[in-house]
Each structure stands twice: as structure tokens, then as C-alpha cells.
């Protein structure tokens, strides 16, 4: 059974972090790019950083530049998102996501038409 699971979520200060993780069985996350998307209660599912199949290249959103950072274990089959710094406008829910792509493939993509199998989710509640 294909399945993400994500985990680490919860409530932070302003200024604090979080360190989020994605578990992934049921196939190998090494044949996909991975990305970490967030949706805030009325808006849309906006991509925040992903890390690409081939070198590991990591692309982020301007909002987290500097203070999120992707990270992937493809042995453990799990991925990562550092969160430092937070502030209140990353109050989300935050999905990871897979793409399966060309063994060649150093990019990816912060939109979330590509990305096939989805996480159920981890609330980031980031309030004082």
C-alpha cells in the first residue's frame, strides 16, 4: 500500500522551530522528487520547498527562503523540512507530496499538478 505520513507538527512560538518529517512505504521515494506544500484555512495549496531526484537540488518559495530547509534520506525513506524562525503567516496545515520522474531529473517544481501520492497531513500552528 502506497502511503506518506507526516509528523512533527504542532504549536510554536514565534521565532521557534519545527523539524517535520515524511515517512514513505510502499514504494521507493528514490525514483521521485519530493516537495512540502501548505494550505492555510480559505486559501489554496501553495508549494514551499522541494528537493530534486537526481544531486538532491532544493528549490524553495521566497516566504522560507533562509529559514526552511528540505532535506531527503533516501535510504530511510523519509524526508524532512527544517523550520526556523517561524512566524505566524506559516500557520498551515503542511502536506509532502512525490513526483515520480527521469532518473536525470535535477529539477522540481513548487505547484502541485505534478505530484502524485500525498501525505494526510500536519498541522503548523505558529502563534504566541
Known amino acids: 500500500q502506497v502511503q506518506l505520513v507526516e509528523s512533527g507538527g504542532g504549536l510554536q512560538q514565534p521565532g521557534g522551530s519545527l523539524r517535520l518529517s515524511c515517512g514513505a512505504s510502499?514504494?521507493?521515494?528514490?525514483?521521485?522528487?519530493i516537495g512540502w506544500f501548505h494550505q492555510a484555512p480559505g486559501k489554496e495549496r501553495e508549494g514551499v520547498a522541494c528537493?530534486?531526484?537526481?544531486?538532491?537540488?532544493?528549490f524553495y518559495a521566497d516566504s522560507v527562503k533562509g529559514r526552511f530547509t528540505i532535506s531527503r534520506n533516501n535510504g530511510e525513506n523519509m524526508a524532512y523540512l527544517q523550520m526556523n524562525n517561524l512566524k505566524p503567516e506559516d500557520t498551515a496545515v503542511y502536506y509532502c507530496?512525490?513526483?515520480?520522474?527521469?532518473?536525470?531529473?535535477?529539477?522540481?517544481?513548487?505547484?502541485?499538478?505534478?505530484?502524485?501520492?500525498w501525505g494526510q497531513g500536519t498541522q503548523v500552528t505558529v502563534s504566541s
Open positions: 507530496a512525490t513526483e515520480k520522474v527521469t532518473s536525470g531529473s535535477t529539477l522540481c517544481v513548487l505547484f502541485p499538478g505534478p505530484y502524485n501520492y
Open positions: 510502499g514504494f521507493d521515494i528514490d525514483y521521485y522528487a
Open positions: 528537493i530534486s531526484r537526481r544531486d538532491s537540488n532544493t
